[in-house]
């Protein structure tokens, strides 16, 4: 199993905005600048760094491509996703508060 080694540096933070500029580079591939948000409390900034990293994009440039012919044309059925509902039930003992009820 292969592996890719990169690099990052942080080339900018806005506290407000909540994000960050991280720049990536690896041998071999484009150096990306990609946006990203910044760690929550209890998080590394390496687990936010690798969750952002163009990895895949750079698997992808390393394939070849199958080039379509101008006018293809085709019909495709997608199925609908399964719904879920969910249903919320207060516990016997407590209370079930609305929006205009004080706690």
């Known amino acids: 199993m292969s592996s890719i080694k990169f ?10 905005a909540r994000c960050m500029e991280v720049v990536y580079s690896a041998e071999g591939h484009q150096t990306m600048h990609i946006g ?3 760690p929550f409390d209890g998080e590394s900034l390496e687990d936010v760094v690798i ?29 609908m996703a399964p719904v879920f509902i969910t249903t919320m039930v207060a ?13």
């Open 7 to 16: 690099t990052y540096l942080i080339t900018a933070v806005d506290e407000v």
């Open 36 to 38: 990203a948000r910044l």
């Open 51 to 79: 969750a952002f990293a163009p990895i895949a994009y750079w698997k992808e440039q390393k394939l070849g491509l199958v080039v379509p012919a101008v006018g293809a044309t085709g019909a495709i059925e997608v199925p």
């Open 91 to 103: 516990p016997v003992d407590q209370p079930v508060v609305t929006g205009s009820q004080e706690l």
